[in-house]
């Protein structure tokens, strides 16, 4: 009972985890096969990826707004000198 117990928590565990469909079966012929997969899923999220790889994913939209505002204050920076220049080069009335 035990150990129906714990390959239904490994597969629960297993196919929540990662892109696979197995049965209970499946873990009880090839229990080390179940534990190899229980330990990837400590290196892998739900989509198949790597950890590493999803964190990097999730930081570049951060890196990307930041870069869009960035640009965004260059730019009303250079729209502002130009209007100064502007005022000052002409004469302007009103």
């Known amino acids: 009972m035990l150990m129906a117990l714990c390959s239904c928590f490994l597969l629960c565990t297993v196919t929540d985890m990662l892109p696979v469909a197995l049965t209970p079966e499946d873990f009880r012929q090839n229990p080390e096969f179940g534990k190899l997969l229980k330990a990837l899923t400590q290196h892998l999220v ?11 994913v999730q930081e570049v939209p951060v890196f990307t707004v930041s870069a869009y505002l960035d640009w965004f204050a260059f ?4 729209i502002y000198c130009h209007m100064l220049y502007d005022i000052s080069t002409h004469s302007y009335v009103g």
Not at 75 to 78: P, S
């Open 46 to 56: 739900p989509s198949g990826a790597s950890v590493a790889s999803q964190q990097d």
């Open 75 to 78: 730019f009303r920076v250079a």
